[in-house]
């Protein structure tokens, strides 16, 4: 699997901050045609709908509140995470059969949480290529010499057909408007045997234990968030980046709409009730 880096990515320069296309809204039914096949998902459109009144709206705030506050970004996740957050990261990627030597495109980079977790276990930071839609996550990201950052989205990737052997996303699923448009990328992207892995959070099942989650969300990460960083902001943030955990699409239907997509070996694994890792893998 492993190849001589660089990628193969049309214009692709460091820390390149073109704008990307604009993503879709979230709808309430995504149709995805493939090969003469019509396959249907569900994606949920409340409790974000709340927050914009137009997908444009949604886009452009989003967007700007990650760039104001990216530079609190990695602080809170180890304060949050209680320092697990590396260590997780890690086990996943090699889970899903991220190995030395092996190109890697991480989607949805933001400050490079994912990315650098890769290279350290690919070995070579040349073959780890980050992709994001915010500049601000990007010119905060702690990533070493020789990755690459681009601007992107999971719908519009920057990279020819076949280009990666592993295909990472860290927690991003939930903000992606096009998701069955997303995995056609995906699968566009990953080389014939390419492995695929998606970290998301969860909702969990019970009621007692949604309920207990969006106590500890609302009531504690909320302040805690507001009082470690340095921009306002984030108290804005942080309520709809928990109403998007509500709001994504459901487990059945994203491992439904890999298999829609092509990809074959589609699986996932739960941690913690909460904590879910989405695996596949591209034909070979």
């Known amino acids: 699997m492993g190849r001589e880096p660089p990628f193969s990515v049309p214009n692709a320069t460091v820390r390149d901050t073109r704008p990307c296309v604009t993503v879709k809204s979230c709808a309430v039914v995504a149709r995805l045609e493939i090969n003469g096949l019509d396959s249907f998902m569900t994606v949920p459109d409340l409790p974000i709908r709340n927050y914009f009144e137009t997908t444009t709206e949604r886009s452009l705030l989003v967007r700007e509140i990650f760039n104001r506050t990216a530079g609190d ?3 809170l996740e180890r304060v949050l995470g209680l320092g697990t957050g590396s260590w997780y990261r890690r086990r996943a990627l090699r889970r899903a059969g991220l190995k030395p030597g092996m190109s890697v495109l991480d989607i949805g980079t933001g400050t490079g949480l994912l990315a650098r977790e890769a290279a350290a276990i690919v070995g070579n930071a040349q073959m780890v290529v980050g992709v994001d839609p915010s500049p601000g996550m990007m010119e905060h990201a702690k990533v070493p010499p020789g990755l690459r950052l681009l601007a992107g989205s999971a719908e519009a990737i920057p990279a020819t057909d076949d280009a990666a052997d592993f295909l990472s996303v860290g927690y991003v699923l939930r903000y992606v408007g096009d998701l069955p448009a997303a995995f056609l990328e995906f699968f566009r992207v990953l080389r014939p045997g390419g492995r695929l892995c998606l970290l998301e959070l969860t909702q969990p099942s019970g009621s007692v234990s949604q309920a207990l989650l969006k106590v500890y969300l609302h009531g504690f990460v909320t302040p805690v968030a507001s009082m470690i960083s340095r921009h306002r902001d984030m108290r804005e943030l942080m309520p709809y980046f928990w109403d998007t955990i509500e709001a994504c699409a459901p487990p059945a239907a994203i491992i439904s709409a890999l298999t829609v997509a ?23």
């Open 73 to 75: 970004y990695d602080r």
């Open 262 to 284: 092509g990809f074959v070996d589609v699986d996932r694994i739960l941690e913690l009730g909460i904590f879910s890792e989405y695996r596949a893998r591209k034909p070979a």
